[in-house]
T-cell receptor, first 113, second 116 residues
Framework: KAGVTQTPRYLIKTRGQQVTLSCSPISGHRSVSWYQQTPGQGLQFLFEYFSETQRNKGNFPGRFSGRQFSNSRSEMNVSTLELGDSALYLC????????????FGPGTRLTVL | AQSVAQPEDQVNVAEGNPLTVKCTYSVSGNPYLFWYVQYPNRGLQFLLKYITGDNLVKGSYGFEAEFNKSQTSFHLKKPSALVSDSALYFCAVRDMNNNAGNMLTFGGGTRLMVKP
């Protein structure tokens, strides 16, 4: 099976812009989770989507949003970008059960100038 | 609330020697525990997990981890380290009694350096 894919791999934006990141899960997986990784804060959970519904949300401002499509692909959007949003954004997919393993994509490296 | 602590920012070990990367956790219920590894410019790669059953869990690339409920620990081990094991290691926990879906809480990571 193909792994989790994320596009684009690298992105450079300026403050105030918005950005959309895409994640395609492993075939058959219905759960997609997003995480932000920064040197200062480490790995932090953003949100999880399961069957097109947001199942859980981390402690991030409303500028961070997401959605999931009927084919389980997911997008996350960050509006009004700030310098502190520069990070590696990781997507993970699983079957959705609470004992399931999450498999991570390679990430999208976002740089905000 | 759930949390994970990895007390060592870096672990140095000589190739061929055993290695241990430490992890302690805190959850209100029973834990599901995971170890992931991250190589430079890559995502996280799954190594192993503890759900229930035997306290010693075997995973990929010769790694294993021991679940200790009384010490709330889940240390990662390998009998003989390889230079190629050098990477960033993350411990993560999910509270099985928490309706938080698949949310994982990660430790801060431990950089493993294996020297020839």
């Amino acid at each position: 099976k193909a792994g989790v894919t994320q596009t684009p791999r690298y992105l450079i934006k300026t403050r105030g812009q918005q950005v959309t990141l895409s994640c395609s899960p492993i075939s058959g997986h219905r759960s997609v989770s997003w995480y932000q990784q920064t040197p200062g804060q480490g790995l932090q959970f953003l949100f999880e989507y399961f069957s097109e519904t947001q199942r859980n949300k981390g402690n991030f401002p409303g500028r961070f949003s997401g959605r999931q499509f009927s084919n389980s692909r997911s997008e996350m959007n960050v509006s009004t970008l700030e310098l502190g949003d520069s990070a590696l954004y990781l997507c993970a997919s699983s079957s959705g059960g609470n004992t399931d393993t999450q498999y991570f994509g390679p990430g999208t490296r976002l740089t905000v100038l | 609330a759930q949390s994970v602590a990895q007390p060592e920012d870096q672990v140095n070990v000589a190739e061929g020697n055993p290695l241990t990367v430490k992890c302690t956790y805190s959850v209100s219920g029973n834990p599901y525990l995971f170890w992931y590894v991250q190589y430079p410019n890559r995502g996280l790669q799954f190594l192993l997990k503890y759900i229930t059953g035997d306290n010693l869990v075997k995973g990929s690339y010769g790694f294993e981890a021991e679940f200790n409920k009384s010490q709330t620990s889940f240390h990662l081990k390998k009998p003989s380290a390889l230079v190629s094991d050098s990477a960033l290691y993350f411990c993560a926990v999910r509270d099985m009694n928490n309706n938080a879906g698949n949310m994982l809480t990660f430790g801060g990571g431990t950089r493993l350096m294996v020297k020839p």
